[in-house]
């Protein structure tokens, strides 16, 4: 997964006879592997369990937009940015003791998210959220292979643990919305709390230790480079859409950033021993599979944000009834991801893909042209067009960055498969969000009776407008609230707009870039 490891079988020969799995009684591999599993689960759901609390977590603690994007992606650009060092510290100081870690820091920092008072405060919280998952996820594959020696059953075993992440990030919006409607925003994080207590228990006893008896150096000037330029380029992009315009702190900040991120990269090619590996890059299928998957999942993931939000604010949902309406999204996900082999063998990777990703572009055209949050039987089939087309490219596009890459690098390729998916979905709501928060900010119409600072208060979010209506005579508040309405469903049919504009451009690269390599 996140370690750039020798191939895998002799790995698994080599780390087997230190600590003995294939001595262990089959219930205790299998629960070795629902151990692990859960812990996925678990990291899928924090993806997006806070979606559908967002509009009432932010009537609490009042985040500005820039802060609010924060809050939902500052989870999954830190797993992203961490994944790959951690899996080479657990290479380094055993396995078990990294994921044990992971999972007492996963379930701290969820306590501390669940009673945060203030927008920075559960910034923090979910920033050490990420840490835990990053400690988690790198290292649970790599036991997976040391405890499953028969080779069938480890494919059973690294597909379960793979489904496991999927499934938690397509049910995160029912759970929070289930959870938020019974006992408030913050006992969407509370929740992880006695989970992980069991999963810690369990684990200490049933999990082995493993190391690779050779590990690879961890360059610490790599890590500062690649998590500072992230943050930096997305510190910018947050900027931008919270001032609705370009300043010098963002150019600046957005300048320092791509700087960072190209010395990352100049340096991963001239070291030994990279964090990453970007000669894989060179073969074109691998490139492109990745941009698939980054492409898709950022879209995804960022639907299932701004859906939930569009929803709540403009069609005045109750957070549990939001989350029930995207289930047939992520029904028709779970469909595209298991139908997703036959239909690669009847049409070939090439143009399953390329299909798949049109599907879904055009299932986000529909429902930007259409949409109505008044009538959700509109919505209804745009969102089955949208889940399977995105749960078939989810699964290919995977499937074609492991085949891609040589069996003796698939550690290194499944490293920066995991990487993708986590960093997709931070662009993804990064980069749509200062697309609606731009729309919503400069987009406002004239209210009357509205004074500059009720306006200028009303401009920051749909959140503050509705604080500033609380204190208005019924009309003007009414007035208000119809126009925030207004502006914010014109700023969600933006974003999808672009993100199928995306998407089409993805689609268009995957029919020409996947095509067969020509025999010589």
Not at 140 to 167: K, P, Y
Not at 426 to 448: D, E, F, K, Q, S
Request: with cysteine; net charge positive.
């Amino acid at each position: 997964m996140s370690n750039k490891e020798a191939p895998v079988p002799v790995r698994a020969t080599v780390e087997t006879a230190r600590t003995g799995p294939s001595q262990a009684p089959s219930k205790r591999r299998w629960l070795v592997l629902a151990v692990v599993s859960g812990s996925l689960l678990l990291c899928g759901i924090d993806l997006t369990v806070l979606h559908v609390a967002v509009p009432s977590m932010s009537r609490e603690l009042n985040p500005t937009p820039a802060g609010l994007l924060w809050i939902v992606d500052v989870y999954s650009l830190t797993l992203a940015a961490l994944l790959v060092t951690c899996g080479t510290l657990g290479d380094r100081l055993g396995r078990r003791r990294m994921v044990l870690s992971g999972f007492a820091a996963f379930g701290l920092a969820s306590a501390a998210a669940a009673f945060a008072t203030s927008t920075v405060q559960l910034i923090a919280a979910r920033a050490a959220l990420g840490i835990g998952a990053a400690m988690i996820m790198a290292s649970t594959v790599a036991i997976i292979r040391v405890v499953f020696t028969d080779q069938r059953e480890r494919a059973l075993a690294i597909g379960i643990w793979t489904s496991a992440h999927s499934v938690g990030a397509t049910i995160g919006p029912l759970v929070g919305g289930l959870v938020t409607a019974q006992w408030g925003w913050g006992a969407v994080f509370l929740i992880n709390v006695p989970i992980i207590i069991v999963l810690l228990a369990v684990g200490a006893r049933v999990i082995p230790e493993s190391k690779n008896p050779v590990p690879r150096r961890w360059d610490l000037a790599s890590v500062a480079l690649s998590v500072t330029g992230l943050a930096c380029v997305v510190y910018a992009l947050k900027q931008a859409g919270e001032h609705a315009g370009v300043n010098w702190l963002v150019l600046t900040t957005a300048a320092a950033g791509s700087l960072l991120l190209y010395l990352f990269v100049r340096r991963q090619r001239r070291i030994d021993e990279p964090l990453l590996d970007f000669s894989l890059f060179h073969e074109r299928r691998f490139t492109t599979a990745t941009l698939c998957v980054i492409g898709c999942f950022g879209s995804y993931v960022a639907l299932l944000f701004f859906l939930t939000q569009w929803l709540q604010q403009v069609g005045e949902y109750t957070p549990l009834r939001a989350g029930l309406a995207l289930m047939p999204l992520a029904a028709a996900n779970a469909v595209g991801a298991i139908t997703a082999p036959w239909v690669s063998s009847r049409w070939g990777n090439r143009w399953a893909l390329t299909a798949a990703l049109a599907l879904f572009a055009a299932a986000l055209a529909a429902m930007a042209i259409t949409g109505d949050t008044g009538h959700y039987g509109v919505l209804l089939l745009p969102l089955l067009g949208a889940g399977y087309g995105a749960g078939i490219v989810m699964t290919l596009g995977a499937d074609s960055i492991m085949g891609a890459a040589q069996p003796e690098r698939s550690g290194e390729a499944a490293a920066i498969q995991e990487t993708s998916f986590e960093l997709g979905a931070g662009l993804g709501v990064a980069v749509l969000g200062t697309v609606i928060a731009a729309v919503y900010r400069t987009g406002l119409p004239a209210v009357p009776n509205l004074d500059p600072a009720q306006r200028a208060a009303a401009e920051e979010s749909f959140s503050s407008a509705e604080d500033v209506a609380s204190g208005l005579p019924s009309e003007t508040a009414q007035a208000l609230l119809h126009a925030a309405r207004q502006v914010y469903d014109q700023g969600f049919t933006t974003v999808l707009a672009l993100a199928s504009v995306g998407l089409v451009a993805t689609a268009t690269m995957a029919a020409v870039m996947l095509r067969p390599l020509r025999k010589r």
